[in-house]
């Protein structure tokens, strides 16, 4: 129990510190919708509808997603300059049509370690170049 209660107090030590950071690094307080991913290996999903896939940043470190027809809540923190870890995702989890890529982001969420904006867009990298997600601002 006491290292839980370190572990929370640590937590939330960094995130308190965090906050200014996250917001000079362009991500806090915005929202973003999926345009594709590019596999590592050329691979090239879209999605059918870029609406069911967005992602919002507050300033405060917490994150609320939506993959197709699940919604979830998560958290995330700035490890460095462009290094970008994502907590769980607290998700619903309804069951989505076929050709739905909810799976796909699922499973390869956690495996996201970069990021970069460029042209107004933003790119969130896997580890070991195994792929990227481009998503583009929602006004």
């Not at 995130?15 to 590019?38: E, I, N, R, Y």
């Not at 907590?87 to 969420?109: E, F, I, N, Y």
């Not at 904006?117 to 990227?132: E, I």
Request: with cysteine; aromatic share 8%.
């Amino acid at each position: 129990m006491k290292r839980f209660l370190l572990l929370m107090v640590t937590l939330g030590a960094i995130a308190g510190c965090m906050g200014p950071k996250m917001h000079l690094a362009g991500l806090g307080d915005t929202s973003w919708q999926l345009v594709k991913f590019q596999g590592g290996d050329g691979t090239v999903l879209t999605p059918d509808d870029k609406t069911k896939y967005t992602v919002a940043f507050t300033n405060n470190g917490d994150l609320n997603v939506r993959f197709d027809c699940n919604r979830g809540r998560g958290t995330w923190i700035l490890n460095g300059p462009n290094e970008v870890r994502f907590g769980p995702l607290a998700l619903t989890r309804v069951m989505c049509p076929p050709g739905s890529m909810h799976d796909h982001l699922v499973k390869q969420w956690p495996q996201v370690r970069s990021y970069s904006l460029k042209g107004g867009r933003l790119y969130l990298s896997l580890r070991a170049d195994t792929g990227t997600y481009e998503l583009e601002r929602i006004p």
